[in-house]
């Protein structure tokens, strides 16, 4: 990994939870979609976070999610607020997109592990791949669905791509699921032989999805996420 300045460009909020960070490195890296960075706090405190946009971008973009004050991820973004510049290591991650598989693909974000998934499928539509891709975002609430927008452009403008919003409680016009995300797969396959999964999102939900993918057959060797590393 290197550590890299970035010049702190913008800290905006996409709601009152999550927050839209741009960052530009003072010196290009090389990283893969679906890898993440992490910021440097002090030197034995260094946080990491998904890379939301594709490689090549100009800018480097993160969702931060950070709903309670002093909280752990609050911290950061007080710190990239009031501060010009913040030091990165980056790149981490053995999640990326494996980009020379031609088995279909099933996206799984909860929350803000959208930004891992973005990065992927931005990837995917750069490098005009076209391997069929259904693509699961759970969140509690529609308010929560923090780029609902962009996920739903990507679904009208490309026809391998199938975005599937699952929220738990529903408004009555809301076109989408309304289940619990887990239960909305397993739902949805009989089985999930034959499919390479990237999955992010909160440490209990994916170690969650891992048994229940594990009882629909799935084959861990083409299973990612980086919180596979963290978790038993």
């Not at 550590?3 to 939870?17: E, G, L, Q, Y």
């Not at 034995?44 to 800018?59: N, Q, T, V, Y």
């Not at 999955?199 to 048994?211: K, W, Y």
């Amino acid at each position: 990994m290197n550590t890299i300045r970035c010049k702190v460009v913008s800290v905006t909020p996409f709601n009152d939870a999550v927050f839209q960070v741009t960052l530009q490195p003072e010196a290009a890296f090389d990283f893969k979609a679906g890898q993440y960075l992490s910021i440097v706090m002090g030197e034995k405190d260094k946080r990491p976070f998904s890379i939301a946009s594709a490689p090549g971008a100009e800018l480097i973009e993160l969702h931060i999610g950070a709903a309670v004050s002093e909280s752990y991820p609050m911290q950061v973004v007080e710190r990239l607020k009031t501060n010009d510049y913040i030091d990165i290591e980056a790149p981490a991650g053995n999640a990326f997109l494996r980009q020379e598989s031609n088995r279909p693909r099933i996206m799984v974000a909860g929350g803000t592990g959208f930004s891992y998934i973005k990065s992927i499928i931005e990837q995917q539509i750069a490098t005009g791949q076209t391997v069929a891709t259904q693509f699961y975002w759970g969140c509690r609430t529609e308010e929560a669905m923090y780029y609902q927008a962009i996920a739903r452009q990507w679904h009208e403008e490309h026809n391998w791509l199938e975005f599937i919003p699952v929220v738990e409680e529903a408004p009555a016009n809301w076109n989408g699921k309304q289940a619990n995300l887990l239960a909305q797969i397993k739902q949805d396959y009989v089985s999930l032989v034959g499919y390479d999964i990237y999955i992010a999102g909160r440490f209990d939900m994916v170690g969650a999805a891992r048994e229940v993918f594990r009882e629909m057959g799935v084959d861990e060797a083409h299973l990612y996420g980086d919180a596979f590393a963290f978790i038993k």
